[in-house]
DNA sequence: GGAACTCGGTACGCTAGCGTACCGAAGGGA
DNA sequence: TCCCTTCGGTACGCTAGCGTACCGAGTTCC
């Protein structure tokens, strides 16, 4: 059932501009034009599920400027395992033949995203092209991602996968400040919400950041670099090598 | 350069039999022709590394018998982050396009493997056809077992993670005794030696598992399945939806 | 303006796993 | 046969982060 759901808001010029999706933005305009009307940029809302596990995807979504989480579970809670900015593409699961997947994608930070119906996602990503040699490279970039997260988790403090977390966040809605509550951020690292609040308060303590009541303000970035393991760093230099991205 | 490196074994008959790798062992008879002039079936011994971080992959590896890790590393250490036996490949960032990647890949259980030239490997994989869409499988399936370990990592008792990993070994391949120590399962699930020693005593007490100096035994599966975490059967069962494989 | 809720600060006791270290037993090589 | 190396058992003190719980301050809604 491809070309489904009404765009929300009429197009906007397609390429490379500012607030554009980067991967949409790298593509020829030859392969936008085929998807541009397909696209709806539609709202994305702080906890909005994207897909849940062992339930079909129905549309991938191509972020501008909202952030969103691939969650691992188990037991009673979940962990984030990725996240997903306007570098990249919520849906790889369907990219790679899959209709499901075992985890949860829920909205991280709110804003905007493309939306698009996975019939035509299917059809453009397993034609020949840019765009199939971008997503291909993409995942490659969060497997990276996720494989040294997998490591992060093992070895590294709380303090340095907070830091971690907040700049890989900073890079993908390219501002300093963000809506995050304490709670929140100790579901994504998969902390008590207490940890969380004593390992912030010590990071403001020393000036890296700052906060209030859900929002978190970065005060002082290569600070707050040099307090994040060395992942950041890691990931960050594969996505630009891989993508030429400025994420990590 | 393709056609490189002769075979060091003449090849054996080709399809699904007993101990084949399974994805070739999946390829219509037309596509493993293909390859199969091209396949070397090479030793792969323990601790062998098939690549280094940031270094050129040079060939792929389809392990017949043998099982690999991929490590993630961090300041001077490593933890494992995907297994991979006779139901894979070892070199799927090649698949993704990528010539390097930041982890390392070492053989961790010795036997032997089907290895593969990159220029052909990414000749073949990049027709249309069923190669690839059994590597986009297996990507979704490893993406998926990657993922769980995050969460796994984050959540569960080195006693759980020790159970699982000794069954995802198991699974591939396929023999309850294995040559393991200590020390290398250790850094495999990124804790010392000595909590190793201490968790297995506690397993073999209970008559799960048993073992002497490098020979790990599984005495009662169904036990180690109840002492590993929902991780096990979750991947488990992912990959057998997705490939109709018996490893998870 | 007050009630109800959300968010963050903080405290207390607990424990899994760490770093380190030492020892004896098994096995391999000459 | 003996030596040397590898492997596993065990112990001690330490600490990061947990579970739980309570409190006050900011927000939102009526």
Known sequence: ?????????????????????????????KDYA???????????????????????????YFPINAVA????????????VG????????????FLGAITSTGR????????????????FRREAHREGRLRQLLERYTQALVTQVSQSTACN?????????????????DR???????????????MLGVRRATVSETAAALQRVKLISYRRGVITIR???????????CYEIVRQEFERLLGTQSG
Chains 1, 2 share one sequence.
């Open 220 to 230: 002082n970035g290569p600070g707050l670099e040099r307090a994040a393991c060395e």
């Open 34 to 60: 085929r998807l541009r009307s397909e696209l709806a940029t539609v709202p994305m809302k702080q906890k909005q599920i994207l897909w849940e596990p062992n339930r079909p995807i129905e549309a991938v």
């Open 1 to 29: 059932m491809p070309r489904t759901r009404a765009r929300s808001t009429t197009k906007p010029p397609p390429r490379a501009e500012q607030n554009a999706n980067q991967l949409l933005a790298a593509l020829p305009p």
């Open 173 to 187: 809605v390219r501002r300093n400040e963000y809506l995050l509550t304490h709670e929140f951020l100790g579901q």
């Open 69 to 80: 989480s691939i969650l691992a579970l188990f037991d009673g809670g979940s962990v984030e």
């Open 154 to 170: 093992r070895a590294h403090s709380v303090e340095q996968r907070l830091a971690r977390w907040l700049l890989i966040v900073r």
């Open 105 to 120: 994608a829920m909205v991280q930070v709110a804003g905007e995203g493309e939306r698009l119906d996975i019939a035509v």
């Open 83 to 94: 996240t997903i900015g306007n570098e990249g593409l919520v849906g790889l699961p369907v």
